[in-house]
């Protein structure tokens, strides 16, 4: 059974629209996030995290129409200050992905990871932490062994902080091989995402889930036409 549940990747909320283009073209302000959700929840959608996602995969149970997915990458620490008031604003969820080794740090003014408290606090508000790794590697690069190191450690203080083991997890850069599937398997791990640019998911294929990557400039209405075609 195929579903088209399509799949969002967000990474970084920046303040100003300039900010935004100075950086990676992922990023977008709080404000585009904004007119984004609402022009989505004027068509009628809805989100599910990522772990609901697998369990209708898995039991075969397909949600109801308009039903979409929002992820997040990296562990910035604006997703808790500016993109969690935005998704509670339309009662939306999303499913971050967490980088293990970089809980709390501070690696620059400008890019401030989220710690442990804020963790907890997106836990609590209902949003879903996936697992992105220990140190935000290519895992299509390294050793079975070493790939499951990676995977294990950044679930295991994931689970520390929340108490609830992830289900879920993004592949840093969408970098995998054929030894991934098993190695995140072998940590719990039900679902992957690389970055793939598609909709449309199997349990079969469970571990290269594709997503639709959302850019500065993207607006409500472009983003509700991308969805509409994506869940087609
Ligand atoms: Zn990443």
Known sequence: MVLHVPVLEYHRFLPSAAE???????????TEFDAQLTALQQAGWHTITASALAHDLQAGTPPPPHTFVITIDDGYSDGYTDALPVLQRHGMVATYFIIGGR??????????????RQIQALAKAGMEIGNHTEHHVHLGQLSARVQRREIRAASSRITAITGVRPVTMAYPFGSYNADTPAAAARAGIQLAFDSHHAAGETWAARYSVPRLRVGPGVTGSQLVAMLTAAAA
């Not at 935004?20 to 709080?30: E, F, I, L, N, Q």
């Not at 809980?103 to 442990?116: E, K, Q």
């Open 103 to 116: 809980i709390g740090d501070h690696p620059r003014p400008d890019a401030v990871s989220l710690d442990a």
């Open 20 to 30: 935004v283009r100075a950086k990676h073209g992922y990023d977008v302000t709080p």
